[in-house]
């Protein structure tokens, strides 16, 4: 059954809502599963929504308010009082318990913990909400099934029996030793498998992947991936087992990293959502902005000096686009290639030579076929002034091959000294381009016209 | 145990390849995961990579080639016979097994089929041949554990001995009529759980999320993010399960697809990667360029118009590259909000005039600053031409918000006609932006000065 929400029946529930039919609301919600009443409570307003959720039991609403988009949830939980809140902090997935308080404002926050039935879902969102939520210590979840080491299956399949309702997920079981440091995992597949008696000791798989609480969000979902994990234990320095990671977490975690990425290359700073307020729009627009208008102001003053030459010939200023947006155009595509190669671990053997080598046979091969279409382009532009349009096709040519050259060369400068290419090189290529591209021009028509 | 990589590990291993010693080699590779293997690969010469590979047990040596990326991997099967190919994929996952084939040219590719000695993997690849890599048939494996819907636990514990060593991750078990068509799951967790003799039909979970062969990749992804599954049941028409797809590939696609994003982004036209040939890096490169060169030529129409101005008074040409590259930043920026909220489903609730109203406020604000700084920046450039200075305040002011109005209107637009705002929004943007910028730019110099 695959959920697909309509107009109709946002109307109908809205009217189910208002005229306070419990009945009808529980009977429909009972069909759906949670991420799709989630998908629900962003059609309805906020109080709406929250009278909605009050109808649903506890760990079902729990479950829900997890699911939500993080800015969304935010304005949501505005109209809960604090006990409504603990009442769902205390049955929810330890990771999204902390993530929705971290969401809240630190007396809320405080209140809440307060409140919360479960102190031991306190203590470990205390502990959690030390870790920013982009290491591995603000990804995990404490929620596992774990054994000792010098137990049986039986007790096992008892374990997991006993936690099976807090845990919603269990891939593996983990093998800790009587001091809890981790010492390895069985499937559930070898659970199943395993005679009841069998002990622990001798069917656990002892040569594992797990990461420290510090261990950055990256590599995280790095590991993951190259080991087809869908779990990752996370231990202490000492390496007690604190909690696991789930691939879902690493899922999304990923989703929002290259979400990122793509707000960094349209020049946004910080990571912003179309409903956002004003000012943290504006915030996180102008400094790139401002930025950009600082290298164009010092390609103002290159421009300046050939002030000369451009009242002899106005049509020059004509093709100054030309030379910007073909500069930067090429820039970006150079650099995003060899960023994306930096970051793939599979790059690791191309050398700086190969990479040259070719870089500049690909550029010579687009400079070569953008210099005769400049060439014709601007004919039709200027009126026919062959010598003005020998030079803009021969300024293209050469910007062509300068800009290819910068772009493949800055993020391999910057990778060296330590800075991450993707997030530097936009906005420092783009100006260095410009900067050159118009030089290079001006230069050209000092020199032939 | 987290493997890693040096150069001196290297080196001691094309030591012992150079010398033969497979005593070595097979001690080593023994102690290391597949994916770290695989690692290990990229740093070697074909040739190397080649011996070291045939030293491996053949699953062993399958699950690396699985591994390996697809561009590297290309080009390092190319010293495999078809027999060694088809020994390897004979064993493989059959989703690898496609995925490799599907890299291979034709000859080669019908060559390993007819040499596959497992018939049931040769049938299976030859029907997933003829599924696009990002569609849900595309990214389906066939291994996975089955059971009908009249058998018993005990019945389906023995099912699950017998497939245990095909199948690597076993999530849940999946429940089937006689005919095959899929009825639903039961998870490893209420296997564990339920009592031997208890008969599927009373434990299996029916309500369950399935998707077509045809399914679109993005689909799969987005559904198995908002119903956290690990594995989705892949079925025909008939509702008839015929594979299933993993959390692991999801996340792989999930991470290609970001990358192909950040790809159309800088301006590159299809997926490509650094180690690709020269011919395919300026064909990747080409098309964009000359687009953007189109624009260009626009402009330069534009502002040939106003030569007598730029005659006059030259230190307007300066200002040419501030126009146009601001315009083009506060267009992306806006678009890119647009396009994400359009692809976010819970932005659905931003209706036209709220969106507008927001975006304009924002522009306002922006413009408000931009020009505030354009003013004093263009009295530094320009030796204190208060007038000019005026000028070129107003255009970036106006040129903030016309740009903010086209970057947000301009996805919708194409949303609503149906075509990705996605691809189709960051040229068409940056062109009319440029050209609206020059527009308003010369005009407001004819008027005012």
Not at 155 to 166: F, G, K, P
Not at 335 to 360: H, M, W, Y
Not at 379 to 399: E, K, Q, T, W, Y
Request: with cysteine; proline share 3%; aromatic share 8%.
């Amino acid at each position: 059954m695959n959920f697909e929400l309509t107009k109709e029946y946002i109307a109908q529930l809205q009217k189910a809502i208002e005229e306070q039919d419990t009945g009808f609301i529980k009977t429909e919600m009972e069909e759906l599963y949670p991420s799709d009443i989630s998908e629900i409570l962003y059609e309805l307003d906020t109080d709406e929504a929250h009278y909605l959720i009050n109808q649903l039991e506890t760990d079902l609403a729990a479950e829900i308010i997890s699911n939500l988009d993080p800015t969304d949830r935010k304005r949501f939980l505005k109209v809960f009082t604090s006990a409504e809140l603990a009442e769902y902090i205390n049955v929810a997935d330890s990771d999204d318990a902390v993530d929705i308080l971290n969401e809240q404002n630190i007396e809320v926050r405080e209140e809440v913990i307060a409140l919360l039935k479960d102190r031991e879902q306190a203590r470990f969102i205390l502990d959690m909400l030390n870790y920013p939520n982009d290491v591995a210590g603000g990804l995990m979840q404490k929620e596992l099934v774990k054994i000792k080491v010098s137990q049986t299956v039986t007790e096992c399949v008892e374990e997991i029996r006993r936690q099976a309702e807090d845990v919603e997920k269990v891939y593996a079981v983990y093998v800790t030793d009587d001091e809890g440091i981790l010492l390895g995992i069985v499937s559930l597949k070898k659970i199943i498998l395993a005679k009841r008696g069998s002990k622990i000791a001798d069917i656990f798989e002892s040569d594992i992947v797990s990461v420290k609480t510090t261990t950055i969000g990256e590599e995280v979902a790095d590991l993951m991936q190259r080991y087809d994990l869908e779990a990752l234990p996370v231990v202490n320095v000492q390496g007690r087992l604190l909690g696991r990671i789930t691939i879902d977490d690493v899922l999304d975690f990923v989703t929002e990293q290259a979400q990122e990425d793509l707000q960094v290359v349209a020049g946004l700073a910080g990571d912003v959502e179309e409903t956002d307020s004003v000012l943290t729009l504006v915030k996180a627009r102008l400094p790139w902005l401002l930025v950009g208008m600082v290298g164009s102001f010092m390609a103002a003053k290159i421009i300046d000096r050939f002030d000369d030459s451009v009242a002899a010939i106005p049509a020059i200023a004509a093709f100054i686009p030309l030379i910007g947006s073909t500069g930067g155009n090429v820039g970006i595509q150079s650099s995003s290639l060899v960023v994306q190669s930096l970051a793939d671990k599979s790059g690791l053997d191309t050398s700086l030579p190969e990479r040259l080598r070719k870089s500049l046979w690909v550029a010579f091969l687009n400079a070569l076929v953008a210099g005769i279409f400049a060439f014709g382009g601007s004919l039709l532009v200027d009126g026919a002034n062959v010598p003005l349009s020998f030079v803009v096709a021969m300024s293209v040519m050469s910007i062509v091959m300068l800009a290819s050259l910068m772009g493949t060369l800055t993020p391999l400068v910057l990778n060296y000294f330590g800075i991450n290419p993707a997030i530097a090189s936009g906005p420092f290529i783009t100006t260095t381009n410009d900067l050159l591209g118009y030089g290079v021009y001006f230069l050209i028509v000092y020199l032939l016209l």
